[in-house]
């Protein structure tokens, strides 16, 4: 018969285990979509289902689960963006999956201008920007990840646009490039 | 479709089937084996903010930090899960749960029982002025003696202690975590959790691959063979299989019988002598179905 701690135990894991099937991969895919690291992937995923863990009180228990990891990862991303980087002896396993598993794709010429165009935008508006076109987020769910208000996303999710548009007519004018190779290693 | 998704490097649906279900399943264990709780019983620490310079680190194959270390901590106990004390048998109510020796530069730290309450290591390492939580897990049998987490607060610098071969953890190969080095004048916090060996019929909470050295499936290759005939290999080593994961749409459920029919796409150590197996009714797994992103919302500019 478990003792109620283990009990207790018990219940957060099964809670912790819906949290992660419902969510991993979109967690997975959010990461992946933003780093052709395998090693930086796998950590950053792992240190954001860490963080659920950890911090499951906090996880809210409906769709809105979903954002929160956003947000918890988008951070992890950061830090490991600023070169703070954790070698997880917890994802060995994923580490190895994704490395073997996974390749960027090569992007023919007009994707190329694309990522260019996109590149030339500071971080904060390629991540307004593709929290709407990858995760497919409305402003509401994209305030909820980025912490701001509902109205502050859509202004500036205005301004992303307009000033995407503006560089990829730029791009387009100037001489095509084929054969670049940009990997989503450089988006976002 | 907008522009920006035309370079959308991959769906959350193309990233899922690029991992194992055992493999999502196997990170799922290792974190539900981490510490969820500071040893007083409230949740942990908030994420930290970023650019806040707390940071939390998980170790293995890290450099290892030059001339500071003065503590080392070694899970090198001399008792048995039955609580065997060298040659006199302690009740864990008695037993110093840690041992310290000092010796030169450094303090080795020694688990004496590795079934103490978490409550008593982290008021002898307090006595010590140090402010660290160590939790033991049951682990498989590999990993019984090995640093399976570690995390510490802003501007600690633990480092891990590795051992070549000593253990195999999958992709990061043999360097294997087996203690740490705690820097001299460690003012910080740490959690740190260690596999333990399992009490009889306990369910394991960090588990190497079911084939790594030391485990009861090292040496078989099963993948892709019918339940019924892994079980047979199964049988000649004395081991059962309480608990089949099977994944039906990306949700995997366990079960406690399959037909032998099935086939077995991976495997976990679940207890002593026993494992759990990843099965199916097709040859190869299934590609998980997960959502799509969804429609991008209208564009002003568009």
């Not at chain 1, 912790?16 to 930086?40: C, K, M, Q």
């Not at chain 1, 580490?95 to 994707?111: I, K, M, N, V």
């Not at chain 2, 409550?119 to 160590?134: Q, S, V």
């Not at chain 2, 590795?162 to 253990?167: E, F, K």
Request: aromatic letters at 8%.
């Amino acid at each position: 018969m478990p003792s109620p701690p283990i009990a207790a135990r018990d219940e957060r894991q099964r809670r912790f285990e819906e949290v992660y099937l419902a969510h991993r991969s979109s967690i997975l895919g959010y990461v992946l979509r933003r780093t052709d690291n395998p090693d930086d992937a796998a950590d950053v995923i792992a240190e954001t289902f860490l963080t659920a863990w950890r911090r499951l009180e906090d996880v809210p228990c409906d769709a809105g689960a979903r954002l929160w990891l956003y947000g918890v990862a988008r951070r992890v991303l950061a830090n490991h963006h600023r070169g703070v980087r954790r070698r997880s002896a917890l994802t060995e396993r994923l580490r190895a999956d994704l490395a073997t598993g996974y390749r960027p794709p090569e992007f023919d010429s007009g994707q190329a201008q694309i990522a260019e165009a996109f590149l030339r935008l500071p971080p904060a508006e390629r991540e307004l920007l593709t929290l709407s076109a990858w995760e497919g987020l409305d402003y509401g769910q994209i305030a909820v990840v980025l912490g701001c208000s509902r109205n502050a996303v859509r202004l500036r999710l205005f301004r992303a646009r307009k000033r995407f548009a503006g560089e990829l007519a730029s791009c387009q004018t100037r001489s095509a490039h084929p054969g670049v190779h940009v990997t989503n290693g450089g988006l976002a | 479709m907008s522009q920006i998704s035309r370079i959308c490097p991959v769906t959350d649906a193309e990233a899922e089937r690029i991992v194992r279900p055992a493999t999502f399943a196997d990170l799922g264990g290792r974190i539900t084996a981490s510490p969820a709780a500071t040893a007083d019983g409230t949740p942990g620490r908030p994420y930290p903010a970023a650019g806040s310079r707390a940071r939390r680190r998980w170790l293995i194959g890290a450099p290892l930090a030059a001339g500071l270390a003065v503590v080392v901590l070694l899970v090198t106990w001399l008792a048995s899960p039955a609580q065997r004390v060298g040659p006199v048998r302690v009740g864990p109510q008695v037993a110093q749960a840690l041992s310290f020796t000092t010796s030169g530069r450094y303090i080795t730290v020694i688990v004496r029982n590795p079934l103490a309450d978490p409550t008593r290591y982290r008021a002898e390492f307090a006595a010590h002025h140090l402010d660290i939580t160590l939790t033991l897990v049951p682990a498989s049998p590999s990993l019984v003696g090995t640093l399976v987490y570690s995390g510490q607060s802003a501007g600690a610098d633990i480092t891990p202690i590795t051992a070549q071969g000593r253990c195999y953890t999958g992709g990061g190969g043999s360097a294997c975590p087996v203690g740490v080095r705690i820097p001299a004048g460690f003012r910080g916090q740490a959690q740190l959790a260690f596999g333990r060996a399992a009490r009889p019929g306990e369910r394991y909470e960090t588990t190497a691959p079911a084939t790594a050295p030391g485990e009861v499936m090292h040496g078989m290759r099963f993948q892709g063979d019918t339940v019924s005939q892994v079980l047979a290999m199964l049988r000649e080593r004395d081991v059962t299989v309480p608990v089949f994961n099977y994944a039906r749409q990306g949700y995997a459920r366990n079960l406690s019988h399959v037909p032998g029919s099935w086939y077995v796409y991976d495997a976990a150590p679940w207890a002593s002598q026993q494992v759990m197996l990843f099965v199916g009714p097709t040859k190869t797994p299934p590609a998980a179905k997960s959502p799509q992103p969804g429609t991008p919302v209208p564009s002003p500019t568009s």
